[in-house]
């Protein structure tokens, strides 16, 4: 019975650390705070082709969303018809005092996407961040 607790925790261990070891920094969730306009953090590091938890909570008292551009798609004076076509994975329309949980796959290819809200008017507001896809090591 003890040699079974022993292997057993011997494989918790090392099940435990596998998971510890993600390099480089990248984060595999994404945990923002949407407020009147801002995203915090506003930077976000994944590695490509990862599996992302996505969790976002609005504090503000309008509604926002999360907008990530297709690579090299950036929008220009505000959010547009055309920049639709253009988006990568979105959520919309989280509520005032809402979190809304959901998950996506990062970009395959590496480099800086752009995140936006694209409510009316907040891309004006400031309301951008940065999403910065790298390699897997
Ligand atoms: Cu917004």
């Given at each position: ?21 993600a ?18 953090p506003?930077t ?10 996505f ?9 926002h969303?999360f ?8 929008v220009?004076?505000?959010f547009t ?44 507001a400031?309301?951008v ?9």
């Amino acid at each position: 019975m003890k040699k079974i607790l022993f292997v057993f925790a011997l494989s918790l261990a090392l099940t435990l650390s596998g998971c510890g070891g993600a390099g480089g920094g990248a984060s595999k969730s994404i945990n923002v705070t949407l407020t009147d306009f801002q995203f915090s953090p506003n930077t976000f590091t994944v590695p490509a082709g990862a599996q992302i938890s996505f969790s976002a909570t609005n504090n503000g008292a309008v509604q926002h969303s999360f907008v990530v551009m297709k690579l090299d798609s950036k929008v220009q004076t505000h959010f547009t018809e055309a920049d639709k076509a253009n988006v990568f994975w979105e959520k919309l329309a989280i509520q005032p005092g809402q979190t809304v949980t959901d998950s996506f796959t990062a970009p395959t290819e590496p480099g800086e996407y752009e995140i936006v809200c694209e409510v009316g008017g907040h891309f004006e507001a400031g309301m951008v961040a940065k999403l910065i896809v790298v390699q897997q090591p």
